[in-house]
């Protein structure tokens, strides 16, 4: 294993979320550890033509709360949500802005599709009103950077900016490259997340036609999302956002801030295998949990618990069960495994930077919250999910897997915080 004994250490200072759960992180969490789902028929257009008829979709949000209401209808709504999380973010962290040495903080940021709700609104502007009633912020506020723009810009951070777009392994990706900054001592503090906000017709019509979604469940939108159950039927799609404030040990010290947990660990890969379907020896996934481990420096006895992809998909969840078996040996057994998506949904770019901080919590709080739905047990997921009900434990080390379309695979180690 590398030797690890003179790395920069990171730690996590902040956390904002705004989910299908909640417009902030305590709601997301007393939600997650009650078992509750927050998924529901659609109302942001009219499903009634589709197969599938339920979203994650986020409740009561009001941008004009966080953001000037002229700036707000300049943006997408991927960006105002990505703005509202950050923003609950740096003030948990203690974080006051405009930053007074913005230079050395970074934001990289990420979503899975960006701002193309707002494209397809003046698509449809121009096309039944005309030229003249388009906003001429319809194609920047729908580029994939405008989130990373936006937080920077509200911020005032002047340090590296970048954003990163690798399907449902997004939020896990941007969460481990902001580590990877301040290892690199390019920044002392980065705010690193991610955001997706694309509940549409034709979002929802393409992922029906990929047979990827729950068609049975219109009428009980809550019993969906049953990740390793044998009745699964397709993942629940959904929007959020989340953003983690990370920060050089050093620094956070000196700041005198709470220290929520240690980042330790991270890797990404690539299946080269297929579109949309993982590879069934579940190479990718392995490879990247085991580059992850060894980036930490961690022995495989040493992980407690592992925050799962888990989709509720057919393939994902027996291939992800897979890997972990293979990678873990009868460790895998020991281990307690479960699914933020099965309560909120598949949030897409956001996913991995919800469950990175859920990680965080899970760590900090010393609960696991539970897989909800899972009523038949399938062979082929036979692992400890934390079937329903939440539980108290004190993992020290935690892990968090993403797998995304297109065969992008990321993982991120995260360490109890402990000051001795």
């Not at 950077?145 to 340090?159: K, Q, T, W």
């Amino acid at each position: 294993m590398p030797d690890h004994s003179s790395t920069t250490r990171v730690v996590i200072t902040g956390l904002g979320a705004i989910t299908a759960l909640g417009l902030d992180v305590p709601q997301l969490w007393e939600g997650l550890l009650a078992g509750r789902s927050g998924i529901g028929r659609i109302t942001q257009f009219d499903a009634s033509g589709l197969p599938c008829q339920i979203a994650g979709e986020i409740k009561g949000f009001d941008p004009s709360a966080s953001i000037e209401p002229k700036e707000a209808r300049r943006m997408a709504r991927v960006s105002q949500i990505a703005v509202a999380s950050a923003q609950q973010a740096l003030r948990d962290a203690g974080v006051t802005w405009p930053l007074d040495q913005g230079e050395r903080t970074g934001v990289i940021y990420g979503t899975a599709v960006g701002g193309l709700d707002r494209i397809d609104d003046e698509i449809q502007v121009l096309r039944t009103r005309g030229l003249g009633r388009v906003s001429p912020f319809a194609g920047p506020s729908g580029l994939p950077n405008m989130p990373a723009f936006h937080i920077s810009e509200m911020v005032g951070a002047l340090g590296p900016n970048a954003t990163i777009t690798t399907a449902c392994a997004t939020g896990t990706q941007t969460v481990g490259e902001g580590f990877e900054w301040i290892r690199r001592g390019r920044a002392d503090r980065v705010l690193a997340g991610g955001a997706d906000a694309f509940v549409r017709d034709f979002a929802i019509a393409g992922f029906c036609a990929m047979r990827a979604l729950p068609v049975h469940y219109n009428d009980t939108p809550e019993l969906a999302s049953r990740p390793f159950d044998k009745d699964r039927e397709g993942f629940v799609f959904s929007e959020g956002a989340a953003t983690l404030v990370l920060e050089r040990l050093d620094h956070a010290l000196a700041r005198g801030v709470r220290i929520y947990a240690e980042i330790v660990g991270h890797a990404s890969s690539s299946d080269a295998y297929h579109l949309a379907i993982p590879r069934p020896d579940a190479a990718g996934a392995i490879r990247t949990m085991r580059w992850a481990l060894e980036d930490a420096g961690v022995p495989l006895e040493a992980v407690d618990y592992i925050n799962a992809h888990g989709t509720s998909t057919e393939a994902n969840d027996q291939t992800e069960t897979l890997a972990i078996k293979t990678l873990f040996g009868e460790h895998a057994y020991r281990l307690a495994v479960s699914s933020t998506k099965s309560m909120i949904g598949h949030a897409m770019g956001a996913a991995g930077a919800i469950e990175a901080l859920v990680c965080t919590l899970t760590l900090h709080t010393g609960h696991i919250h539970p897989t909800i739905n899972y009523t038949t047990p399938d062979p082929q997921c036979d692992l400890d999910v934390v079937p329903n009900r939440a539980r108290e434990a004190a993992p020290r080390v935690v892990m968090s897997n993403s797998f995304g379309l297109g065969g992008q695979n990321a993982c991120l180690v995260l360490r109890r915080w402990e000051p001795t």
